[in-house]
């Protein structure tokens, strides 16, 4: 039994392997949180102190005793309208306009299983395999009829807790939800480091860690995507953690629109910790008897420092949100024409570099953008997914037929939320595109954005894809979105509040009846790059472009803070061509390679065409590389061993969960003079046991290797890197 509750203390106990969650419904009927921390016994109450510091705090009316307000209680769900003035996971107005609510508990439910949310993305069970459990905690205001099911998953051998809300108008009039976010977490003290990952289209999820002062520090995305410039995904650790010691804790949005995440040092030191919906352009009517779901937020501790939330993300992520028979699946190498040929291909020169691929041990061919309508360049055809027969010399079935015979398979790239003003569809549906009348729409890489929330927009949409992925054996669709939305107005809407929180309801309808008609297709998330790498898209496929940036050595910070919320298993990271597209850099093939197998969906995106013997030589040998270790990289505990900000040598492990295969890889970022000795440290190893690493031959006792490391060679140059296989000896 993963959850209980104590009918004399109205005290819920939440419990996975290492960790316990306790709050508590208190004499009022507001709901207090107690603990998220190591697993133990006993009840948390004690924590909390009702010493008389809150007199000139809010106290509620039938409460009237002014050593008591919520202001100062650290609480489960707090609400604008109780006296907490600290940021509210929800705030409500009535029909006259009254702004707050008083929400009291009422009740609560135990169920076996993980809950599921209407139309939204949720982290799932095998309810036998998983022992998870569901509990329902009820929160009732009687004065509006408002009631909010608090819902928690308890994902035992997982280390994970869900939290999301249902939010219910039982009353007879209307109510706005202005604010619906998700999570809290009230700490009643500490000293705190929040780490946060920043960025932009190219050089996503910078990691950057700050110690929390008194006020907010927040991230989030108004740009009706979880977006290139914050990620979803905020850890809060001890001031002194490190990566295998101290505490954190980390929440990770299961959303792919905007957000807000945020941590707070409050008047008495305490710290409030939480995230959800952004309230941007956020205004949500509920008529008597409708809802609004708050998406799931997947929450993980760890006393062992940053690098086991990491772990305990990947695990949650990659075997529970993820779906499909690609979740477990060894994803095939691949070549991907945009950085090869960009807008300029024929299926003529698509068939030659299939043909190179498949010499060289790469699977499948991607025909990236331009293939369809009149789609020479950017600035047209968006939303006419027709096949250019005149450009690809027959039809798609012809073509991918060529390729196949090359014993090579066949996916491609479509955008499509998007419709470019020189199209047919935009001609045709003008009032399809998310608009203010009067107003000329904000372009964003000359596309307008079509209105998802309309259901026969998207049954255009899934029409016209259907018609081209049964055209042919597509066994890949790589589903692009690049660029934010600017301009709310539905013309299909009364409330234009409901729009942005509508329109992912509506995209993922759309991907929901996708891959449930295509569940062989593997589907490939991107958005700008890495725009959109969230767990919502994740729920729907099991990869996603990383960054448009393909430097192998920038690769290694994106990738480095992408690892922070997501396993390698989602990352796509490709072998591009030098100089360097984006900033001219050149850095050795073989560092390329290794860069990118950083990912557990690896690729190239270059013209095969092109290259020297030499290099194809290395290709090959990659892709021989790349199949001996895909699946502790897919499925291994990842470490980050050293950080491509701060040390000279980024080095990173993976090593399987019974702790047989390890692999070490390391670049050097930086030789002063003739360069002193650089060794790397592994983790993860097991104790007492000796290894062998698989090139060399030669045997380390683990605990040696954990404790002092192995040197790298001296002789490694500036952007060289090195990859080291270990298997434990169980002689
Ligand atoms: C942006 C993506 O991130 C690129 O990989 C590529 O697919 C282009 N769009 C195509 O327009």
């Given at each position: 039994m993963s959850i209980s509750f104590d009918d004399s203390t109205r005290v819920f106990t939440l419990s996975t392997r290492s960790t316990t969650y306790q709050m508590q419904a208190d004499p009022y009927g507001f709901l207090l949180h107690l603990y998220y921390g190591a697993r133990t016994d006993g009840y948390m109450a004690y924590l909390v102190t009702y010493a008389d510091r809150s007199g000139m705090c809010g106290c509620p009316y039938d409460v009237h005793d002014r050593t008591y307000s919520l202001d100062v209680l650290p609480q489960e769900f707090p609400f604008?309208?109780?006296?907490?003035?600290?940021?509210p996971l929800l705030s409500v107005r009535d029909a006259s306009g009254a702004f707050g609510c008083d929400l009291r508990y009422v009740g609560y439910e135990i169920r076996p299983g993980k809950y599921g949310l209407p139309g939204l993305p949720?982290?799932?069970?095998?309810?036998?395999?998983?022992?998870?459990?569901?509990?329902?905690?009820?929160l009732r205001d009687a004065r509006l009829g408002l009631m909010v099911e608090?819902?928690?998953?308890v994902m035992p051998e997982l280390d994970v807790i869900t939290r999301a809300a249902r939010i219910k108008n039982e009353g007879a009039g209307r109510i706005t939800i202005d604010r619906a976010q998700s999570a809290c977490l009230d700490f009643v003290h500490g000293e705190f480091d929040v780490i946060s990952f920043y960025g932009r289209h190219a050089m996503e999820r910078m990691p950057d860690r700050h110690p929390v002062g008194h006020g907010s520090f927040s991230v989030g995305s108004r740009r009706g995507m979880s977006s290139n410039q914050y990620s979803p995904v905020l850890v809060l650790c001890d001031h002194t953690a490190t990566e295998s010691t101290g505490r954190a804790w980390g929440m990770n949005f299961v959303y792919s629109g905007g957000f807000e995440a945020q941590v707070t040092g409050e008047q008495f030191d305490q710290t409030r910790f939480q995230m959800g919906l952004s309230d941007d352009r956020f205004s949500y009517p509920l008529e008597p008897g409708e809802e609004l779901?708050?998406?799931e937020v997947i929450m993980t501790y760890s006393d062992a420092g940053i690098e086991r939330v990491s772990q305990n993300f990947h695990r949650c992520i990659r075997t529970r949100v993820c779906r499909g028979m690609w979740r477990d699946t060894p994803r095939p190498v691949l070549i991907n024409s945009w950085e090869a040929f960009y807008f300029d291909f024929t299926g003529e020169s698509l068939v030659k570099l299939a043909e190179k691929a498949s010499k060289l041990g790469i699977e499948m061919l991607v025909m990236d953008d331009g293939w369809f309508s009149t789609r020479r360049d950017d600035l047209r055809a968006l939303g006419d997914w027709t096949v250019n027969e005149g450009k690809l010399g027959g039809t798609l079935a012809e073509l991918?037929?060529?390729?196949?015979?090359?014993?090579?398979?066949?996916g491609l790239w479509v955008e499509p939320e998007m419709v470019s003003e020189?199209?047919?569809l935009y001609r045709e549906h003008p009032d399809w595109v998310l608009a203010v009348p009067g107003k000329g729409p904000v372009l964003g890489r000359d596309q307008l954005v079509l209105d998802l929330s309309r259901p026969e927009v998207r049954e255009n949409l899934f029409a016209q894809l259907c018609a081209v992925f049964d055209q042919a054996n597509i066994e890949y669709v790589k589903w692009d979105y690049n660029r934010s939305i600017v301009d709310t107005y539905s013309r299909a809407s009364n409330d234009q509040g409901k729009v942005l929180y509508d329109y992912m309801l509506g995209l993922y309808d759309l991907l929901d009846r996708l891959v449930a008609r295509y569940p062989k297709i593997l589907f490939e998330g991107c958005s700008a790059g890495g725009g959109r790498f969230d767990a919502g898209m994740l729920y729907y496929m099991?990869?996603?472009?990383?960054?448009?940036?393909?430097?192998?050595?920038?690769?290694?910070?994106?990738q480095y803070g992408t690892s922070f919320g997501f396993p390698a298993s989602a990352m796509g990271a490709h072998v591009s061509a030098c100089p360097n597209e984006i900033n001219g850099r050149d850095v050795p093939i073989s560092t390329r390679g290794i860069a990118a197998m950083q990912g557990g969906a690896f690729g190239y995106e270059l013209d095969l065409l092109e290259l020297p013997e030499r290099a194809c030589e290395h290709i090959r040998e990659q892709v021989r590389r790349y199949h001996e270790i895909e699946s502790i990289v897919r499925e291994g505990l990842f470490f980050r061993l050293s950080s491509p900000k701060q040390d000279p040598v980024c080095a990173w492990e993976y090593v399987t969960e019974d702790g047989l295969r390890a692999v070490v890889s390391a670049v050097r970022l930086e030789v002063e003079g003739y360069g002193v000795a650089s060794y790397v440290v592994p983790r993860g190893l097991t104790p007492g046991a000796r290894y062998r690493e698989l090139d060399s031959g030669v045997v380390y006792p683990a605990d040696a290797l954990m404790d002092m490391g192995f040197p790298l060679?001296?002789?490694l140059e500036a952007n060289a890197a090195v990859m080291y296989r270990f298997e434990r000896m169980d002689d």
């Open positions: 604008q309208g109780a006296g907490d003035m600290r940021s949720a982290v799932y069970s095998d309810d036998e395999a998983d022992g998870a459990e569901t509990l329902v905690v009820r608090l819902l928690y998953g779901v708050a998406p991918v037929e060529r390729v196949n015979a090359l014993g090579v398979k066949f020189d199209s047919e099991p990869q996603i472009w990383t960054s448009d940036n393909t430097d192998a050595i920038n690769r290694l910070t994106i060679p001296v002789t």
